[in-house]
């Protein structure tokens, strides 16, 4: 079983950065691709970005050239830097990881809130 903590979400203003850290209990090695979701009020849970054990990155087109995913195994950590933000991009974030064949693991979500 593998779980996912999530941190540095807050409150920014509009314009502002954001870096969101997901910490994973075991090796992160064992997760084949690991990503970002977010969920806004009354909203669906959303794509966002994601990342493979080999370093290939995807990005939602919404936030493609303003966020960006990077994960470092050996501290077993999950990244997402997130520039410019805008109220739009206010949400819960959540980390994911998928194992195969069929394996997934979320996280208890981090609050991202951009307002002036």
């Known amino acids: 079983q593998v779980q996912l903590v999530e941190s540095g979400g807050g409150l920014v203003q509009p314009g502002g950065s954001l870096r969101l850290s997901c910490v994973a209990s075991r090796s992160a090695f064992s997760i084949d691709v690991m990503s970002w979701y977010r969920q806004a009020p009354g909203g669906q849970r959303e794509f966002v970005a994601q990342?493979?054990?080999?370093?290939?990155?995807d990005y939602s087109d919404s936030v493609q050239g303003r966020f960006t995913i990077s994960r470092d195994d050996a501290k077993n950590t999950l990244y997402l830097q997130m520039n410019r933000l805008k109220p739009d991009d206010t949400a819960v974030y959540f980390c994911h990881g998928f194992r195969t064949p069929n394996n997934n693991y979320w996280g208890q979500g981090t609050q991202v809130t951009v307002s002036s």
């Open positions: 990342m493979s054990s080999g370093g290939v990155s």
